[in-house]
């Protein structure tokens, strides 16, 4: 089965870029979106379709995706932005979770 | 405004049964494909299942497939979850999720999850 690979945690201090992966085999031929998941709450979606953001979602989220990765930057990180975020893709009708990372900021 | 609200967790024993529902309302849920997602307390997300908006087609992770099955009443606007064989790996919150329509399966809405506990 299909598996996406995240790093467990990731750290930036405030208003300095901060980046996480998603790797996963041939994973910029599909598409992947992130979600972004604060403690006690349901998920959020924030990129989709690799690139796009939903309404409402801040200009400073980006996302990115080719070769054997795909990667959410968040510019100018701000204390608000400290939570989970997980990286999704769909294959052969089968949904696909990265692990989720822990994006602290400091 | 969208709304997902889950219901049907609870207790229960290992090997046993529960249904979850999750009622849809503010959108035309017909025309959507709806997944369920789970989280084991304090673990990540898990993709549990999804069902087309005509409630034809359906997809199972391999972890539940032949014990859950997903369904949905478009007349009533509710999609449920059917877990069999319940075992405590299977411990968890479940949500509902509504994917956006973009081709990407991207869920552009969530429910707030119902708890499922499988313990003796």
């Known amino acids: 089965s299909y598996e996406l690979t995240q790093p467990p945690s990731v750290s930036v201090s405030p208003g300095q870029a901060a980046s996480i992966t998603c790797s996963g085999d041939?994973?910029?031929?599909?598409?992947a979106c992130w979600y972004q998941q604060r403690p006690g709450q349901s998920p959020v979606l924030v990129i989709y379709?690799?690139?796009k953001r939903p309404s409402g979602i801040p200009e400073r989220i980006s996302g990115s995706n080719s070769g054997n990765t795909a990667t959410l930057t968040i510019s100018g990180t701000q204390a608000v932005d400290e939570a989970d975020y997980y990286c999704?893709?769909?294959?052969?009708?089968?949904?696909?979770f990265g692990g989720g990372t822990k994006l602290t900021v400091l | 405004e969208v709304q997902l609200v889950e219901s049907g967790g609870g207790l229960v024993q290992p090997g046993g049964s529960l249904r979850l529902s999750c009622a849809a309302s503010?959108?035309?849920?017909?025309?959507?494909?709806m997944q369920w997602v789970r989280q084991a307390p304090g673990k990540g997300l898990v993709w549990v299942s999804r069902?087309?908006?005509?409630?034809?087609?359906?997809n199972y992770a391999d972890s539940v497939k032949g014990r859950f099955t997903i369904s949905r009443d478009n007349a009533k606007d509710t999609a449920f979850l059917l877990m069999n064989s319940l075992t405590a790996e299977d411990t968890a919150v479940y949500y509902c999720?509504?994917?956006?329509?973009?081709?990407?399966?991207?869920?552009?809405?969530w429910g707030q999850g119902v708890l499922v506990t499988v313990s003796s």
């Open positions: 999720a509504r994917e956006g329509g973009h081709g990407d399966a991207a869920v552009d809405y």
């Open positions: 503010g959108f035309t849920f017909s025309r959507y494909w």
């Open positions: 069902i087309n908006d005509e409630g034809i087609t359906t």
């Open positions: 041939k994973l910029g031929d599909k598409y």
């Open positions: 379709q690799d690139t």
């Open positions: 999704q893709t769909w294959d052969s009708g089968t949904v696909v």
